[in-house]
């Protein structure tokens, strides 16, 4: 197929290119994640299909994706009710629910996983998920912490793989990590990078090692912080403090953790331990096992290092 088409704004040969346009976006998770993605996805003129495990949980997503547009609207159309208004009902229609996955990839030309932070529940949905979808379409997670390259072992699309790391809240953070694995194609790689762009965000590029970027810099700091509370050297309350007018971040890392929920920091940093025993900032720490035993994860269940109970 020879000639020139367009993928997004920019024009790609197609004699040495089969990348196509992402118009169709599946988005599995409807948690924390998965509802920004959808939302911001839906926002840039895509079509969305959002999945979960059932109908509640769904109903509850679109609920809260509905109040996180409805305050984009309050400032994008600050002066134009009606516009905000419609603003949002656009977005909204452009967004589908679904609770078989298998059914929602059979017209996608994107999948995006943003499930639990858990390995073998990953594998075992991407496996499901290969055998369902069009060959064309492109597989992402957005794990924070785990290889892709062993989630795309559980497919037979390793070209057509790779990683979308998006950051919380998603509507409002301004990063997408593009990561690829050995086999991931130059064009599946150019369309991870153009969806990104695509969906407002700047992307970065990494290799498949733990963190990425972001998350190999944040989560140390994080235990780290926690470690200086073990010790009995400070307060959470002042190492907050300290980092927000100390260093210019905009929340401290304990109100961060709370804000990403205490059973994703633990997810990740028994898994770094178990792979890279050796490493001192890869150790996890007794306080954050007991608040997770306690059921303390942060902002979702009202209390975590601080409570959040209204
Ligand atoms: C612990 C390490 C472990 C890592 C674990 C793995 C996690 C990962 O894999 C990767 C990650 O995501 S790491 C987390 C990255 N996120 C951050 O660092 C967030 C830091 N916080 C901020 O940027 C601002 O506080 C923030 C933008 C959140 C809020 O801004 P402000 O501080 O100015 O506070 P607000 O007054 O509440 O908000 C201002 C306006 O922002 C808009 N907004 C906020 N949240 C929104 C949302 N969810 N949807 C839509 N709009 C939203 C909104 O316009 C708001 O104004 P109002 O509506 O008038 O309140
Ligand atoms: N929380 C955060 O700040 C960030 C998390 N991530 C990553 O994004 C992913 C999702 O994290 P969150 O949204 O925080 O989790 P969450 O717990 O808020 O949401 C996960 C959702 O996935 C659903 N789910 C679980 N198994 C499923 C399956 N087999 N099929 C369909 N739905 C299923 C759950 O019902 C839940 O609604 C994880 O891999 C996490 O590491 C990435 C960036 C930031």
Redesign the pocket.
């Known amino acids: 197929m020879a000639g020139v088409f367009k993928v997004f704004n920019r024009s790609f040969s197609s004699s040495a290119s089969t990348m196509a346009q992402i118009k169709q976006v599946t988005v599995i998770g409807s948690g924390l994640m998965g509802a920004?993605i959808a939302q911001v996805a839906a926002s840039t003129g895509h079509n969305v299909v959002l999945v979960d495990q059932n109908q509640d949980i769904l109903d509850k997503s679109m609920g809260n994706l509905r109040k996180?547009l409805q305050?984009?609207a309050?400032?994008k159309y600050a002066d134009d009710a009606a516009g905000g208004e419609n603003f949002v009902k656009d977005v909204l229609g452009k967004i589908q629910t679904e609770t078989d996955s298998a059914k929602s990839v059979l017209k996608a030309d994107l999948v995006i996983e943003a499930i639990v932070e858990n390995l073998d529940v990953k594998r075992k949905l991407f496996k499901q998920l290969d055998q369902a979808a069009p060959q064309h379409t492109i597989f992402a997670s957005n794990t924070?912490s785990l290889p892709i390259s062993d989630i795309a072992t559980s497919t037979k699309r390793l070209d057509r793989f790779g990683g979308l790391?998006y950051?919380?809240?998603v509507?409002?953070?301004k990063l997408v990590e593009v990561i690829r694995i050995p086999d991931t194609s130059d064009d599946t790689f150019k369309s991870l990078v153009e969806f990104g762009k695509a969906n407002g965000k700047v992307t970065v590029e990494c290799k498949d090692t733990p963190g990425f970027i972001?998350?190999r810099l944040?989560?140390p700091y994080?235990m780290e912080s926690v470690r200086l509370v073990e010790r009995g050297d400070a307060s959470p309350r002042d190492i907050d403090t300290a980092m927000k007018l100390g260093a210019g971040y905009?929340?401290g890392?304990f109100e961060?953790?709370d804000?990403?929920g205490l059973d994703?920091?633990k997810f990740?940093i028994d898994g770094w331990c178990e792979k890279y025993p050796d490493n001192p900032l890869f150790q996890p720490s007794a306080m954050v096992n007991k608040l997770v035993s306690e059921g303390k994860l942060g902002m979702k269940t009202g209390e975590g290092f601080y409570s959040h109970k209204k």
């Open positions: 920004g996180s305050r984009v309050k400032k924070s790391h950051f919380n809240p509507p409002m953070m972001v998350n944040l989560v994080m905009p929340m890392p961060l953790a804000y990403v994703t920091v990740i």
